[in-house]
């Protein structure tokens, strides 16, 4: 089973920052956690990944909670090409992914 | 650059046919993996491998086999093709361990069994 909590649906307006929640209550000091995203019928992509620190690169920011417990995932101007299903995934970086069923995030204009 | 490449695209079976699908990756990944995803759900692994030579199952096995005789190529074979393995089938491959493992996903292949 998954080790993530995500909501199963959330809508953004176009333009705005979309901001995608994950509880992740049980992970261990040597486990990531990683953010995919899966655009309708398409294989995943991989978007960031962060152990302990914030992270950003050019497709989204990664907030992680102090206590390393729960993270946010930020798309600071969503756009509708972002409609997509969202993955957040705990792992130690040396197993296959487990993936839940996601936050299907839609952008509406 | 191709990374992973996946075929068939699309395929319809009968009950009891057999196939191979193909995928072959071109980044030097060490670790390849098969997974499939039935409608509105999340993706679960078939099977996965580590290495030439090295193979494992994952969660949902049962009617498949895979093998690894090249590092840039990992075949998925259906046997005798049952209703319940329609779904969509995606490959992926990686580098091992700690934040190197970042997976790279195909295209999939839509598969029908009727």
């Known amino acids: 089973d998954a080790k993530t909590t995500q909501p199963p649906s959330m809508d953004c307006a176009e333009g705005r920052a979309a901001n995608l929640p994950c509880n992740h209550s049980t992970i261990s000091g040597n486990e990531y956690v990683y953010w995919y995203r899966q655009i309708h019928s398409q294989g995943p992509q991989y978007i960031i990944h962060g152990l302990k620190n914030n992270e950003t690169n050019e497709m989204a920011s990664l907030i992680i909670t102090e206590d390393r417990k729960s993270s946010t995932l930020i798309l600071p101007h969503a756009t509708l090409r972002d409609t997509a299903v969202y993955y957040c995934?705990?792992?130690?970086?040396?197993?296959?992914?487990?993936f839940g069923k996601g936050t299907r995030l839609s952008v509406i204009a | 650059n191709a990374g992973v490449t996946q075929t068939p695209k699309f395929r319809i079976l009968k009950i009891g046919q057999s196939m191979t699908l193909q995928c072959t990756q071109d980044m030097n990944h060490n670790y390849m993996y098969w997974y499939r995803q039935d409608p509105g759900m999340g993706l679960k692994l078939i099977y996965y491998?580590?290495?030439?030579?090295?193979?494992d199952k994952g969660e949902v096995p049962n009617g498949y086999n895979v093998s690894r005789s090249t590092t840039e190529d990992f075949p998925l074979r259906l046997e005798l093709a049952a209703p319940s393995q329609t779904s969509v089938y995606f490959c992926?491959?990686?580098?091992?361990?700690?934040?190197?493992?970042?997976?790279?996903f195909g295209a999939g292949t839509r598969l029908s069994v009727l």
């Open positions: 491998s580590v290495g030439a030579g090295i193979t």
């Open positions: 995934i705990v792992d130690s970086g040396n197993t296959p992914l487990v």
């Open positions: 992926a491959s990686s580098y091992p361990g700690g934040a190197k493992n970042i997976q790279y």
